[in-house]
């Protein structure tokens, strides 16, 4: 089992920055995959960003147009996300999450295996 805290989030105006960040604990030693996703109401849960956790690799979703940044501190099983110039469409739960096995497709939930409880960002116009 690997649990997963994130934290940071909540209300920012458009155009400005948020951070998060999601700590792995237990058999974090299994995590092949670490990464992001969010869930806009009413809508499906898609992908954000992720690392490749031993390699190092990092995956975005392209319609982020350079605008969020995800890194890590391997050696404390955390990653972050930094997001700027964040617009109203950016609003939803933000979900940490990590894959224990090689994955067909990074982008895709039912890939991962755990999950965090949840952050909420909200942007204001």
């Known amino acids: 089992q690997v649990q997963l805290v994130e934290s940071g989030g909540g209300l920012v105006q458009a155009g400005g920055s948020v951070s998060l960040t999601c700590t792995a604990s237990?058999?974090?030693?299994?995590?092949?995959?670490m990464g992001w996703f969010r869930q806009a109401q009413g809508k499906e849960r898609e992908f954000v960003a992720a690392?490749?956790?031993?390699?190092?690799?990092?995956y975005y979703e392209n319609s982020l147009n350079g605008r969020f940044t995800i890194s890590r501190e391997k050696a404390k099983n955390t990653i972050y996300l930094q997001m700027t110039t964040l617009q109203p469409e950016d609003t939803a739960v933000y979900y940490c999450?990590?894959?224990?096995?090689?994955?067909?497709?990074?982008?895709?939930?039912?890939?991962?295996?755990?999950w965090g409880q949840g952050t909420q960002v909200t942007v204001s116009s």
């Open positions: 999450a990590v894959s224990d096995r090689a994955q067909y497709s990074y982008m895709v939930p039912a890939e991962y295996t755990y």
């Open positions: 690392f490749s956790w031993n390699g190092g690799t990092t």
């Open positions: 237990g058999r974090t030693q299994n995590i092949y995959r």
